[in-house]
């Protein structure tokens, strides 16, 4: 969220970009980087529980603690299709154990009431591609920064 939300927050892009910076090892780098998020958000521990995370999702409540994660997985499910997956070819920093499937049980879990068969995957994204171009977008004055 620094990097998608700079300025919205106490610690920002170049706050990140000094605390790896200011260290020879990559990993304590890291570790101190989630240090200060930690201390930004007045957290002592990360809940890494998957269940936890769909506690977020399922949870429909105008004040609940998923607002934002549930409709980004919503939208993720039904037009974007935007999987961060790690299945790709061997030797890559990130494994390989977040794959499609992984991703799509997210849709699965958090909206138990539509059927989420792989065609419906495919048809959602197949519409979102045609509503806005594919990877022949017709637009002008844009920049894509992916």
Not at 3 to 23: A, E, T
Not at 27 to 34: E, F, R
Not at 39 to 45: I, Q, W, Y
Not at 83 to 94: I, L, S
Request: proline share 3%; net charge negative; glycine share 8%.
């Amino acid at each position: 969220g620094i990097v998608q939300y700079n300025g919205r927050f106490s610690v920002s892009i170049d706050d990140i970009c000094d605390i790896m910076n200011s260290n020879d090892n990559p990993l304590d780098g890291w570790a101190d980087v989630n240090s200060a998020i930690m201390n930004m958000n007045g957290d002592e521990c990360v809940d890494h529980e998957f269940s936890s995370f769909l506690e977020q999702l399922t949870d429909t409540s105008f004040t609940g603690v998923g607002v934002g994660w549930r409709q980004w997985v919503w939208q993720t499910c039904t037009e974007f299709g935007w999987y961060q997956t790690t299945n790709q070819p061997e030797n890559q920093v990130f494994g390989t154990l977040l794959d499609l499937d992984f991703f799509k049980s997210w849709c699965k879990e958090a909206f138990p009431e539509y059927t989420w068969e792989d065609n419906k995957f495919a048809d959602e994204m197949s519409n979102t591609n045609t509503e806005y171009g594919g990877f022949i977008p017709y637009v002008d004055n844009v920049v894509f920064v992916h």
